[in-house]
């Protein structure tokens, strides 16, 4: 594997960054974030974006849906490969909808793709995802 420690802290940064912008609802913040051909790969791969616009509108159905009421991320893993980086984190977190809560929690999992010097995200799941009340 050929990875520095600077390039895990910046794809570090960069889930952190992801992760932030995405609760808070700001959803501009993630354009910068996300590659052109961005694929988001919903739980269990039950539903599957393509495209940057596509999944900005994931994360705003998920907003106009789902209030956040608790999310916490940790545990960072990162591996690094010249240009390509596999990155996840743990979550738990507590969601409110349609009147209930739900407590979630599993992994989010991403790849990343450095072009010109800058990460950007191309790929992302949620896996080993356990959802309930």
């Known amino acids: 594997m050929n990875t520095t420690l600077a390039d895990q802290k910046a794809v570090e940064s960069l889930i952190k960054n992801i992760v932030a912008a995405s609760n808070d609802g700001n959803l501009e913040e993630l354009k910068k ?3 052109s051909s961005m694929v988001i790969e919903g739980p269990e791969f039950q539903e599957r974006r393509e495209g940057r616009d596509q999944c900005i ?8 849906n789902v209030k956040i009421r608790r999310f916490e991320a940790s545990d ?4 690094v490969w010249e ?3 596999v990155a996840s984190c743990r ?3 507590q969601l409110e ?3 209930k809560i739900f407590n979630d929690s599993g992994r989010d999992l991403y790849v990343f793709s450095r072009k010109d010097g800058k990460w950007q995200a191309i790929w992302h799941s949620v896996v080993q995802y356990k959802h309930g009340q």
């Open 91 to 93: 979550f738990e977190g």
């Open 57 to 64: 509108q994931h994360h705003e159905e998920f907003h106009r």
């Open 76 to 79: 960072y893993q990162v591996n």
């Open 83 to 85: 240009d390509t980086a």
């Open 97 to 99: 909808t349609g009147g």
């Open 33 to 35: 974030y996300f590659h």
